[in-house]
């Protein structure tokens, strides 16, 4: 989609949407605030395609009251159908924080009584009047794909002007003082910052901001670049152990958005549901087993129609999710 001019954006897309299904923030309505594409990182996996309109310059795309205009009518309508709204997320095809009425729409929706979330790419969190205005929101999503500068310009493709060193200081410094919600993503990418060497400083750096929860992703839509592929289970299982001993509080995020947690009774599914947010060990899964009164040939069932992975990490045995 090539976009000519703000009024031409403005017309042909909507600020909000949904709300949506998420199994980290519930049911979010999404706030669209920035038009498509305008990021200052062009990601390889991106879903969205390359960045044409590639940016690091915060400047003004809607007004504050537009955005809020939008979003009212949209809780109007979620109301009408009854529908629950428990985030209002700035989530747009873009990056949030190029956004310089960011912090006055925070605030002014703010007052419509629901949480707000932000999830961001991280890269101007450097910026003091960011940190200023982020720290209004309830929770944060901070992309954490890696902390060496190589890999992040092969992964990320930075704006050029982008320095990585200053925007993990910046996520350190905003992390001490926060005082909602803080998360981290991580996208792991075979072959480009799914090297154990990598993972472990990744989770070094993570591990020190303390994050609530931290989720370690793959791609899951067609990325913007033919050769992105997600990284094998094994590997996937290993960033989780590395994450978890050093007391990160991890999940997955491999593409089961909707149903994860969702217990149903049903041991199968049940069982795929907990393995796509985290691997289980085997004496967990025995356990699980005993206590739905099943037996191991579910294991063996799941496995034969390619479902779950068994994957070693420190010869011990762990399941995994397949991936879709
Ligand atoms: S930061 Fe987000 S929107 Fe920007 S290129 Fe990366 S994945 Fe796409």
Redesign the pocket.
């Known amino acids: 989609m090539i976009l000519k001019g703000i009024n031409m954006e403005k017309e042909s897309r909507m600020i909000a949407f949904g709300p949506v299904p998420s199994r980290r923030l519930g049911r979010s309505l999404g706030v669209n605030n920035i038009p498509p594409?305008i990021?200052?990182?062009?990601?390889i996996?991106?879903?969205?395609g390359r960045?044409p309109n590639m940016q690091n310059i915060r400047r003004i795309f809607y007004t504050p009251d537009e955005i809020a205009q939008d979003v009212e009518k949209k809780i109007r309508e979620a109301k009408q159908k009854g529908e629950l709204i428990d985030y209002l997320t700035f989530v747009p095809?873009?990056?949030p924080t190029l956004d310089i009425n960011l912090g006055n729409e925070i605030k002014l929706l703010k007052t419509l009584g629901i949480k707000i979330a932000v999830i961001t790419?991280s890269?101007l969190i450097w910026r003091e009047d960011v940190q200023i205005e982020l720290a209004e929101a309830d929770w944060i999503s901070f992309?954490i794909d890696a902390v060496d500068q190589n890999i992040w310009h092969k992964v990320?493709r930075p704006h050029g002007a982008l320095r990585i060193d200053k925007v993990l200081q910046g996520i350190e410094a905003f992390a001490q003082s926060y005082k909602g919600e803080l998360v981290t993503e991580t996208m792991l990418l075979q072959g480009h910052n799914d090297d154990i060497n990598e993972i472990a400083k990744v989770s070094d750096f993570i591990a020190q901001i303390k994050p609530d929860k931290s989720y370690i992703a793959i791609p899951t839509r067609p990325p913007?670049e033919k050769y992105v592929v997600p990284p094998t289970e094994k590997v996937l299982n290993l960033a989780y152990q590395v994450f978890r001993e050093k007391s990160i509080p991890t999940e997955y995020l491999i593409g089961y958005e909707g149903n994860a947690f969702a217990f149903t009774g049903n041991v199968e599914d049940d069982l795929l549901s907990i393995t796509s947010v985290h691997p289980m060990r085997e004496d967990g899964v025995r356990e699980f087993l005993t206590k739905a009164n099943a037996d191991w040939g579910i294991i063996k069932h799941l496995k034969r129609k390619k479902k779950l992975v068994e994957v070693k990490y420190n010869d011990k045995k762990f399941y995994i999710r397949k991936f879709k």
Request: proline letters at 0%.
């Open positions: 594409k990021c200052s990182y062009s990601c996996y991106c879903q969205v960045t095809d873009g990056e790419n890269s992309k990320n913007a």
